[in-house]
């Protein structure tokens, strides 16, 4: 698995000058106690000879690289090139990788096969079958947590993307923050064109989550050339390259672990800095964000952006198009919010329609690019949720301010709500307008969206009659469906420290004829307009309110309480109750047709505190059959969308002659096997132990440690791991960090998608 890994000390390698490091040890190397002290692959007084190994290998004596596993020495060119043996002549796509024959339509490819977006299937994932997505027909959705380096929502396996904006130190100096952002010479992808003499960059990472992540070696690569290293955690470096660096980390603390740039060369400075989870050094680029992260987001029809691409208090104002943040930029994090092209690819790999909120100072010029973007790149079946800003009635919000600014200057009205009222009403049709003209002819995949404060119905009515006709350029009006347990924290705050859990349960029942009440009167209001409705954020609210609105101000008891009522079994039934309603009310009233009637779940991830416990899960990873919230959602699901498949009916994976699979024997009984005759005869594994409802899936195959893996997905669509070794004939359980760490190894053969099961599926059944 970690074969790639070459472990020399040091003084193999490294030829120790008795002069100063000259030229920065030809920035081969780190300069140490005034001598160079080379990279792997370099030797030499100041580090200038070069054994080609680029990151990837150790000298060997006669100046020439030993290579590490999955490179070869290629003599002509003096250097470590990829090696694999690849049947069909195809070329390598990375060290002992081999490519696909067909370009992956809407997928990637992995050892010489394509890896579909969900829904797709076919050679080279080009066929379109709804029939085997886990959303088909879903009107449940999913806002995003936002991006930052304390964020528990692991998006990405390179965790620089999640990483802190620069903090500036000096040598000699203590401070943690020498304050010197401003005066910074960056590059537009935000890296460092140069550096004073002592000047040093840090960033934090992985910050409160390091405790639930499986630790272990971390790859980080980097183009150009500078020193950099890793602290704040226990970790040495077991192989210092020139590009590439891999770092153990044994044990991570809740501070995360720190990324400091010492030294970059203005000639060819340090960019592209990645961070890999260990595991992913080879896959990140193709499969970029963390497969915890996606697996429990599935079954959702849609996915709202809003924080991800941090709509609240967007920066700057204006905001143009060369502002903000792409896949290059040195963190994903900040108030420019993530790179749209990763919404898109998320929305694409999921296949789930992406909402975007449009930043409240963006100018039409960055609107239009935006909608050009998405245009391109989405995929063809999915529709796009449009929404100007978020919220922007909400006083603590900075886009409300804005938009309060804008409308006075306009003289839209002499009350300052009104004129942002107005404004807001306004720049939301400007911005409609816009992306209708991008998308010309395809503008039915457009379902712009009209938002304003539930809570005050007759507030929201004058937002939407201060549009006047502009109305119909929407497609919908926008609600929350958060419930409280009748305000539990607030009205009862005394009562509840001492209430049980099922007396506070009982408390929101009284929710439920509460939203019935709203429900009926937005009905009412959308029906007029000839609108649907949709939720654009909604599920348990319950927390002490006065922790936002006042600046933290809390009862620690109350907190305490409220933060243990979301976190058990007694939240599963209120969250089933409040979605059944709105689905009875919304989404099965034949003016709703998909895609409104959208329950909008806030949100995925985040840990709970007193500001909320709006996170469906505390940190990516956790096993959601422990966790009541995800319980009761994933059981309305399951309960209203029946028939939508939990995973394949087949799946088998390919290695020479033999065949493995895993598909449905008899009538919900999963079964894996092997066989060598395309399937007409299987030998089976050992049985499998499954309830009714419950599928396996069979993800991939090591042929060096001879290990299948294989994920037993559950009525509730959550998974439990398994490793099946074909000699040592056992199961055993992964903790999924693992499952997916040793799956992402490049030995593994990937499924084979499906529609391409050859003669399998016949005999299989699978058809
Ligand atoms: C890290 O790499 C070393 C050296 O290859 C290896 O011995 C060790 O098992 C690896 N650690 C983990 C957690 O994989
Ligand atoms: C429904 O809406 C119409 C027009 O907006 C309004 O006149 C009527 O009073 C509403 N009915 C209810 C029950 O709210
Ligand atoms: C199935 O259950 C039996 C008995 O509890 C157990 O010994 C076996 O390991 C289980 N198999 C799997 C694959 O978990």
Redesign the pocket.
């Known amino acids: 698995m970690h074969g790639i890994l070459i472990i020399t000390t040091f003084a193999v390698t490294a030829t120790v000058a008795a002069a100063v490091c000259n030229n920065e040890c030809n920035w081969n190397g780190r300069c140490i106690k005034n001598n160079c002290q080379c990279f792997q692959g370099f030797y030499g007084n100041d580090c200038s000879g070069d054994c080609g190994c680029q990151g990837y290998g150790r000298c060997a004596s006669d100046q020439t690289c030993l290579c590490a596993d999955g490179w070869k020495w290629n003599p002509t060119q003096h250097k470590c090139a990829w090696d694999c043996q690849c049947m069909n002549g195809e070329s390598c796509i990375g060290p002992g990788e081999c490519g696909c024959t067909l370009k992956c339509k809407y997928g990637a490819c992995r050892n010489g096969q394509c890896v579909c977006w969900e829904g797709y299937k076919g050679v080279d994932c080009s066929q379109y079958d709804s029939s085997i997505m886990m959303n088909k027909d879903v009107a449940v959705g999913m806002n995003l947590g936002g991006i930052s380096y304390y964020s528990s929502e692991v998006k990405f396996v390179d965790v620089h993307k999640l990483s802190q904006q620069w903090v500036t130190e000096r040598d000699g100096r203590h401070d943690w923050n020498t304050n010197e952002q401003d005066t910074l010479h960056l590059r537009a992808d935000g890296y460092p064109a140069s550096l004073e003499p002592g000047q040093k960059l840090l960033q934090l990472m992985f910050r409160g989550f390091g405790p639930h992540e499986e630790m272990g070696n971390f790859t980080a690569l980097y183009d150009g050339e500078g020193i950099i290293d890793f602290g704040l955690t226990e970790e040495h470096i077991l192989y210092d390259g020139k590009g590439r660096m891999v770092v153990r980390m044994p044990k991570i603390g809740s501070g995360g672990f720190t990324l400091t740039i010492h030294k970059t060369n203005p000639k060819n400075p340090l960019r592209n800095i990645r961070v890999l989870i260990p595991g992913y050094e080879n896959v990140y680029d193709r499969f970029p964000f963390h497969p915890a992260f996606l697996e429990n987001l599935k079954r959702y029809s849609e996915l709202r952006f809003m924080d991800f691409l941090s709509t609240n208090g967007h920066k700057p104002e204006p905001t143009t198009w060369a502002d903000r943040n792409t896949p290059d930029s040195y963190t994903q994090e900040g108030s420019r919010g993530g790179a749209i092209e990763y919404m898109i690819q998320l929305a694409n790999t999921l296949g789930a329609n992406p909402w975007f909120n449009i930043p409240h100072a963006a100018t039409d010029d960055y609107v239009k690019n935006f909608a050009q973007l998405v245009k391109q790149t989405l995929r063809p079946d999915l529709k796009v949720y449009l929404e100007y800003s978020n919220e922007v009635w909400n006083g603590i919000f900075r886009q409300t301010k804005y938009s309060r600014e804008q409308g006075l200057k306009l003289n839209l009205d002499s009350q300052q709500w009104k004129a942002g009222q107005i404004y807001y009403g306004r720049r939301s049709a400007e911005i409609v307008d816009i992306w209708n003209q991008v998308f010309g002819s395809d503008k039915d995949k457009l379902y712009p969206i009209f938002a304003w404060q539930t809570g005050y119905k007759d507030y929201y009515r004058q937002a939407v009659a201060a549009l006047g006709d502009k109305i119909k350029k929407f497609k919908a009006l926008a609600l929350t469906g958060y419930f409280n347990c009748d305000q539990a924290a607030d009205k009862h705050a005394k009562e509840i420290v001492s209430m049980s859990m099922s007396q506070i349960q009982d408390l929101c029942k009284k929710d439920v004829p509460d939203m019935e009440d709203y429900l009926h009167y937005y009905l009412n209001m959308s029906k007029s307009h000839g609108l649907q409705l949709v939720m654009y954020e909604g599920g348990p609210g319950v927390m002490e309110s006065g922790a936002i609105a006042h600046f933290g101000q809390h009862t620690q008891a109350v907190t305490d309480k409220a933060i243990a009522f979301n976190k058990d079994s007694h939240m599963e039934q209120p969250i089933i109750d409040i979605m059944d309603t709105w689905f009875k009310l919304v989404t099965q009233d034949p003016s709703n047709k998909s895609p409104g009637g959208l329950f909008n779940y806030f949100s995925y991830t985040s840990t709970p505190s007193k500001y909320g416990s709006w996170g469906m899960l505390e940190y990516t990873g956790e096993d959601p059959k422990t966790v009541p919230k995800f319980r009761g959602v994933q059981r309305f699901i399951t309960d209203h969308y029946k028939s939508n498949p939990l995973g394949p009916k087949c799946s088998f994976v390919k290695a020479g002659a033999l065949a493995y699979g895993c598909f449905q024997q008899t009538t919900g009984v999963f079964k894996c096997g092997q066989s060598d005759n395309n399937g007409r005869s299987w030998s089976f594994y050992?049985?499998?132990?499954q309830s009714q409802g419950e599928f396996l899936v069979l993800d991939g195959y090591n042929p060096k440690t001879f290990s299948l893996y294989v994920r037993?997905t559950d009525t509730m669509g959550a998974n439990s791991y398994?490793v099946?070794n074909i000699r040592g004939m056992k199961?055993s359980?992964l903790q999924v960090f693992r499952y997916y760490e040793e799956e992402a190894a490049y030995d593994l053969l990937p499924r084979l998608p499906n529609g391409v099961y050859d003669n399998l599926d016949a005999h299989a059944h699978c058809a």
Do not use: A, C, E, I
């Open positions: 050992p049985s499998f132990n037993l398994y099946y199961w359980t």
